[in-house]
């Protein structure tokens, strides 16, 4: 086979071990720049070298019982936005190359996704490991994405026992125990807490309204009292602060009291946050 029909036929991956007949073809395109080494004994053509999937996809083809783990499963899963430029690979056998990380590690079955092409830590695993990296956003966002629950979080951290870190996941995972959305949600719960405020409210609540489903931050329910928090992406996406200003307007008008907070506020001003939710309950 002419290297140029051996490329069409076979990429745009090729593991060595798959085409020991096709050495001289291999060699041709190394040589040309038409394949670039990705891991041992395995090439892609280089106009998919630096994408995230194919890079992925060389995994599987370099050991088909690796996992992806940490934040490259956490962008394909739950976090899109997180722009990975290291893959993090649990295996049985380490190795180096460019943009990975091996470790010898294993992982319990019902904690590894075989639904893909290339096989993935559960999200819930992939946010915990990520928690190094990325702190309490990482459990943030992957309760924010549905696709994880604080249950299932705490079953990933009871079935990998022993890791470095896991004790800061666990006090993550005790801090997350009223499920906050984000940074500046998980500080508001923090300060009601130590506020002594640590019943009568529930986050993320659901509200029915003329047949719309809202959610509120955090709601007093017995005191109609809604208490919204604009965190970081109420701030970087316009779209956010439109929808937030309709929500409000329909609570208020369902008979709802509702109060707003900044992320400023609850970090410079906590007492001020505090004050004004004691407050609206007293008046109530």
Known sequence: MRPADFLTANGPIIARRDHPEHTAAIGWALRTGQLVRTLPGVLLVPEIADDLRWRMAAVAAWDSDAVIVG????????????????????ARSATRSPGYRFSRRSLPTDLIDDSRRVRLAVPALAALDTVGTQGTDAIDRALRSRRVSLDDLWAALRATPHRAGNREKCRALVRSRHKPWSHAERLAHQLLDAAGIRSGWKANHKVWVQGQLYRIDIAFRGQLLAVEIDGRLHEDDPDIFETDRTRQNALIRAGWRVLRFTMAMLTNSPTYFIAEIRAALAAR
Do not use: D, M, N
């Open 71 to 90: 934040e490259a499963a956490a962008e394909v899963s739950f976090w899109p936005e997180l722009r990975v430029t290291e893959i993090e690979v649990a």
